[in-house]
């Protein structure tokens, strides 16, 4: 069986250049839906997530003005649970050499824990970008895909992550994308601020996995406040594992917040289509010990830019 969609190669500086630099320019821009989507998790004070709170229980307020919620689901629910959209992202460049095995090894453990994401689209990256969306049922595929190629070449990080963006904008449902990497980039055309800008624009919640052990000195510590930043963002968290050991207690931990994910949705009463930042908070209603809980969920989203009939076209 083949992957639902074909595979996508961006190569050389020139055809990134052309996508990315489009990507970038969308950042304030982007179209969007009328549904803002919001995923939120929720904690008690020992931080174990809370899972069995209602629609009644949550408060969105955007700009400081309270939102009315239209759409709410829990992940845990077996009919939510079905609308999960998998993202993996694969570094298979050179400076992976030394965590390869591990990687690979850290990203197939994982797939098998995880059976309810109705597809996974996969992004392996080095030089190239190149992107498949895999059923359930194509899981051999993707594990062989994984497996196959050898790490060369240099690294797109930051191209692989918009590429991926921009395609996980048509797909509806929770997206969840977990990045393999070391963190490092030396070939994309995106800067780091622009990721993180577009990051903060999407719908998606990122967990990273981090192989850091091999990388020098000079640069570890930066790469891995980078990718603190690019799961943070999003209202994901970053993992740094040092051994396959370690590997079980980071996808239980993964495993459980996708699982605990609350998805809550809202038409915006800011009908202007100004292309602003909104800022974005999730408070909790109730019973008082409620406000003893803790909430972690995206900061915000840029509003729709849409020209007004008759304006003049650049």
């Not at 400076?95 to 059976?115: E, N, P, Q």
Request: charged share 25%; glycine share 8%; hydrophobic share 40%.
């Amino acid at each position: 069986m083949r992957p639902i969609i074909g595979r996508t190669i961006i190569g050389g500086v020139a055809g990134a250049m052309c996508l990315t630099a489009a990507l970038v320019a969308q950042v304030p821009f982007r179209s969007g839906v009328d549904l803002v989507n919001v995923g939120v998790m929720v904690f008690d004070k020992r931080g174990n997530f809370v899972t069995n709170l209602t629609q009644d229980n949550f408060e969105v307020f955007e700009d400081g003005r309270k939102q009315t919620l239209s759409y709410f689901s829990r992940g845990d629910a077996s009919t939510d649970a079905q609308n999960l959209r998998l993202g993996l992202l694969f570094d298979t460049s050179g400076s992976m050499s030394d965590d390869i095995d591990f990687a690979r090894t850290a990203a197939v453990k994982f797939l098998k824990g995880l059976h309810e994401a109705e597809d996974i689209t996969l992004v392996n990256f080095d030089t190239e970008v190149r992107v498949a969306r895999y059923g359930q049922n194509d899981f051999p595929r993707l594990v062989e895909r994984i497996r196959q190629r050898k790490p060369d070449g240099l690294t797109a990080l930051y191209d692989a992550v918009g590429i991926y963006l921009d395609g996980a904008d048509e797909l509806d449902g929770r997206k969840v994308l977990v990045l393999y990497t070391d963190g490092g980039d030396t070939r994309s055309a995106v800067s780091f601020a622009d990721t993180i800008e577009m990051l903060r624009t999407a719908d998606v919640t990122v967990y990273v996995v981090g192989f850091l052990e091999h990388q020098p000195p000079s640069i570890k510590s930066e790469q891995k406040m980078q990718l603190l930043q690019i799961a943070e963002v999003t209202g994901g968290q970053a993992f740094f594992p040092t051994s396959t050991h370690s590997l079980n207690d980071i996808y239980d931990a993964v495993a459980a917040q996708i699982r605990a994910q609350y998805s809550l949705g809202f038409s915006s009463t800011d009908t202007r289509n100004d292309g602003r930042w909104r800022h974005l908070q999730v408070r909790l209603a109730g019973a008082p010990e409620l406000q003893d809980l803790r909430v972690r969920s995206r900061q915000g989203y840029y509003a729709p830019l849409r020209q007004t009939e008759g304006a003049a076209q650049p």
